[in-house]
Each structure stands twice: as C-alpha cells, then as structure tokens.
C-alpha cells in the first residue's frame, strides 16, 4: 500500500477518522494540482434553460404536491450548521472605527430588531438596560452583550437558533419559522411533517432543546406533528489541510491538521436520510407569516414539476429495462431525456440496442428542479450551461469561486447571467424500482476548491469538497424553474434583519 508522506501516527488518525489512505492521497494530488476551472458556455436563461410554469400548468402540478405529501413521500432538509459569526462580523473585532459605527446603527434602531426583548433581558441580568445603553448610546456595552462570551455570544449561535422576526407574542427563530413553512408543504394525510436539519455536533444540544421546547406549542397550533431529525457533518469527510511548500499541514505537535469540507460534505447526511423526495432550503431564507403563501405555493410547484418529470422519467425507464427497442418509443425517449432533462444520449442513427441502452444509463438519476430568481445582486452562484467533453453542454449552478476570472470571456458570460440560485431544490432520490439512489455517484469529485486560510498565524490550504449543489449534484438531471423574488429573503448580515420583508406589518 504507497502511504505516500504519512507515518504510523498519520495513518492511525486517519484511519480514527474513516479516511482512507488513498482518499487522503487523493486530496493532498488535489491541492497540489487544483483541477482547471468550470468552462462557462453561457448563462440559463429563460426559454434556454430555465422553464416557467405557466397558469394553465398550476392545477395539476399542485395535485401532484397534495398526492405525494399526503402519502408521506416528501421531506424538508436545511443545512443549518455552522456559527453565525459571518452575520454578525460587524460587531466582532477591536472597539472603535467599523465596530463602533455598526453598533450605533444597531443602537439607533434597535426596536426593530427581533432580539430586542432577549438583549433587554440579558443586560437586566448584568444589572443594566437596553434603555439604558440606548440613552447613553453605550456601543461597548451593547456590542458585550450582543455578541460577548458573557453576554448572548450570538456571534457563536448558528442562525437557526437566533431570532428571525417578531411578532406581538414575541419572536421566532429561523428552526421556528422553517416548522411552520414545513407544516403547508410537507404535511402527510396523518398530519406529520417530516423535518430534518444538518448541524454541528457543538449546536446539536441546543437544537434539539429548542425542538423539544417548541415542538408541542407548533404542533397545537398547526394541527401538526413533528418528526424531527439531526444530523452532524462525519468526521470521513473532513479534509487534510495542505502545506503551501508541499505536503500535508502539520500543527506545532506534527499531527495532521483536517477541515470541515463545506457543505459538500452534506451530500453523505442526504444520502443517509434514505427520504423519497426532498426539498431543500437554506436556514436563513424564511419570511414571516405574512409573506409566507408566496413561498409555500412556489415550494409545491417546484415539488409537482419535480413529480411530473421523475413520474416521466420512471416510466421511461421501466420500459427500457423491459427491452422496449426501436421506432418511435426511443425517438420519444431521447426526445423527453435531452429536451426535458437536458441528458446526454446517443445519436439517433445509433443501433436500436446501444440506443436503449444508453438512454437507460442517462434517465437512471437523481432529479433535481431548481427554483431560480431574478438577479438582484445578492451574492452566489446561479445557474449556467457549463462546458463538457465531447462539446456539449450541461445545466449547472456555478459559484463564482468555479470561474477564471482571469478569462474575459467568462467574465462576460458571468455578468449576462439573468438569474440567482437561492437554493429552492425538490430532488427525486429514489430510482424506478423505489430503491434510494446512493447521490455520492452522481457527485464530480473533482469540482473541489482550494482556498489559502490560516492556522496559529501559518497559511495553509484548504481543500473545500464539490458544493452540494454544485459539483456534489453535477451529475444529477437537472431542470431550472424561475421562482418570484417574493420567496427570497436571505439573511446573511445582521442588517438584513432591517428588511422590509423581515419587519412585522
């Protein structure tokens, strides 16, 4: 076995992981030698590549929703991992200059934000007020209670745990708000909605408190019953930092140094889930009650043209696993494969056989419907149509870290891009036999990203896995749907929060 540059100690700690050797070897080749960038073709655009749902189209694909929820199929599943430390990175650092301008703004309009009544709480604690700091407009005060170790240390919370929106009984956090967005669009005939959300295992506690605290009081109100599930990034896909002169990183004891690998590294938990169908939605997009029929219409759409493909897709291929050969059959076949779901399949001047076969190697997948929005200038990947080999083109969601910025024309065709991924998928994860598709064979595990980081004052690399939505499906069929802009509401800073969308009526 080649143990490349790794000594007893290094293979033990690999081995504690779940890490191969050779997969181990295969990511220092990686950061050593980053596969080239993603060759943008030209951005979807709608009539190329991205569908819209027309009104005549509604009806039906709500009643495709409604029968698969109602017979359990369907679940949510919400990366929710990591601290919110991006969010509130305006508070975070040495008094005075960016810090304290960012907590006068909070200080002016504080009444707005939905942890208002937490904060007061935990300064009343302290022997202080909000009314107090406000008065006094005492940043330093405010910005330890916020976000210091002593005070509500929000910056160490994930998102989900944090105070999205307020309402005239108090507030809701975003877990809250995504059980209530998961009661209108997941909810089965007996009522229950199957929620399940990735964390991390130092959030895991705290989720599952919240959950306990809030379940009966949801599920009371909603008519509803929660089944609720977590799950933790696996140690197995953690990556090796690399040294910038060669080799793995090392700390200043010699052990090896590994790195959460994204959300790429999710593709194993939605795997594991073993579900039917999913719809996926990141943990800081949620709207409040008011706003929120736009987003639950939307998310069953999705859901029904998701149902009307895979229902195509299934049929298709139960026939070709028959033997169904020659004629018009394959020629529809082939039609719906590369029109419908954008697959590569053979020519049609192929022997009838070879045809067959290869439409059945193209339609046997996993399905993905992407809802995409109108460019707004939020950041993120959108989607495009991405060079393969051979000439042709596949839809993809491409982040910007996937691009040369240094080639013009891909600068270009970045900036004509008309559309937004605000990760709003429904994915098909079960073959035509219902058997749960394993997702990692559908993944590019070359669609990596290496990006220079720091540990103890050293520069390191770091090795991120394909994202789940990105390189992690890039084998998937994948159609792209516009979606309204009224179903997009991320938070990414603590400002956000100020929105209109965000704010009660």
Not at 52 to 63: C, D, M, Y
Not at 158 to 178: I, M, N, S, V
Request: proline fraction near 8%; charge should be negative; charged fraction near 25%.
């Amino acid at each position: 076995m080649d143990r490349g540059p790794f000594d007893s100690a290094d293979l033990a700690r690999l081995e504690e992981r779940g890490i191969p050797v050779a997969e181990a070897l295969r990511q220092l080749r990686l950061i050593a030698e980053p596969p080239p960038a993603l060759r943008l073709d030209r951005p979807c655009t709608v009539g190329d590549g991205i569908e819209t749902v027309e009104e005549a189209e509604v009806p039906g694909l709500l009643e495709r929703h409604e029968t698969a929820a109602r017979a359990g199929r369907i679940a949510k599943f919400v990366p929710a991992s990591g601290a919110a430390t991006r969010m509130f990175q305006d508070l975070l650092g040495p008094p005075g200059g960016r810090v304290e301008a960012a907590a006068r703004r909070v200080l002016q309009e504080i009444r707005s934000f939905p942890f208002a009544a937490e904060l007061d709480v935990a300064l009343g604690l302290r022997g202080d007020s909000l009314n107090r700091v406000v008065v006094d407009a005492d940043a330093a005060a405010l910005v330890e209670a916020l976000v210091g170790r002593e005070g509500l240390a929000y910056a160490d919370r994930p998102k989900g745990l944090l105070p999205f929106h307020r309402y005239g009984d108090g507030f809701r956090t975003a877990f809250e708000e995504h059980l209530v967005e998961g009661a209108g669009t997941v909810r089965d005939a007996g009522g229950v909605c199957r929620v399940h959300l990735t964390v991390s295992p130092e959030h895991l506690e705290p989720f599952r408190a919240l959950a306990d605290r809030v379940r009966g009081v949801w599920e009371r109100h909603l008519s509803a019953r929660f089944e609720i599930s977590f799950s933790v990034q696996k140690p197995s896909t953690e990556t090796l930092a690399g040294d910038p002169g060669g080799g793995p990183f090392r700390d200043e004891d010699g052990r090896l140094v590994f790195r959460p690998a994204g959300h790429g590294a999710l593709l194993d938990n939605l795997a594991d889930l073993g579900a039917d169908v999913v719809l996926i939605k990141n943990v800081d997009n949620v709207q409040p009650d008011r706003l929120r029929d736009a987003t639950i219409l939307w998310k069953r759409l999705l859901a029904g043209r998701l149902l009307e493909l895979e229902e195509r897709a299934h049929e298709y291929v139960r026939r070709l696993e028959a033997g169904e050969a020659g004629g018009a059959p394959l020629a529809e076949t082939a039609a719906f494969a590369s029109e419908r779901l954008h697959l590569q399949v053979p020519p049609a001047s192929a022997p009838a056989e070879e045809l067959r076969a290869g439409l059945l190697e193209a339609l046997d997948r996993p399905i993905r419907v992407a809802g995409v929005v109108r460019n707004t200038g939020e950041p993120g990947g959108g989607p495009f149509w991405v060079a393969e080999a051979g000439g042709r083109a596949s839809p993809q969601i491409v982040e910007t870290a996937e691009i040369d910025l240094s080639a013009p024309d891909q600068v270009r065709a970045l900036a004509a891009a008309t559309h937004f991924n605000p990760v709003d998928l429904a994915c098909s994860l079960r073959d035509a036999r219902g058997r749960p598709f394993d997702p990692r064979r559908f993944a590019n595990p070359d669609a990596v990203i290496v990006a220079r980081k720091s540990s103890g004052g050293r520069e390191l690399l770091a090795l991120e896995r394909p994202g789940l939505w990105n390189g992690s499906m890039a084998r998937w069929a994948t159609v792209f749907v516009e979606v309204p802009i009224a179903t997009f509401s991320p938070v990414k800073t603590l400002f956000d929060l100020l929105r209109p969308e965000h704010q009660p009526e």
